[in-house]
């Protein structure tokens, strides 16, 4: 199975640089977790609004056979969520996100091979 994943969230600007910082140097401990549950083609893009304002757009591919046991391992990683106790004050929620979601979920309306 193959499935595509959008998410996106904000970033606080005060912390921009130190974001890019840590994404310039993934853990490999983190890549390697990302791999082992599954994840594929994974990218996450910058993009500065007009208002000044920063969003990141995150793109991945699923290709295993149970997302939520996935998740739920790479949550439960140690590593992982060192990882994401760093990463999350340089991010800002969309308020509009679903409850228990961090990044929000984007519906997919087009897709070409």
Known sequence: MRKRYGLVIGVREEKLDEYKRLH???W???????KACNIENYSIFLRRMPD???YLFSYFEYTGDDYEADMARMAADPVTRDWWARCKPCQLPLEDRAENEWWA???EVFHCD
């Not at 490999?28 to 990302?34: D, H, S, T």
């Open 24 to 26: 310039a140097a993934v």
């Open 28 to 34: 490999p401990e983190v890549l390697a977790m990302i």
């Open 52 to 54: 000044g304002s920063h």
């Open 105 to 107: 979920a984007m519906d």
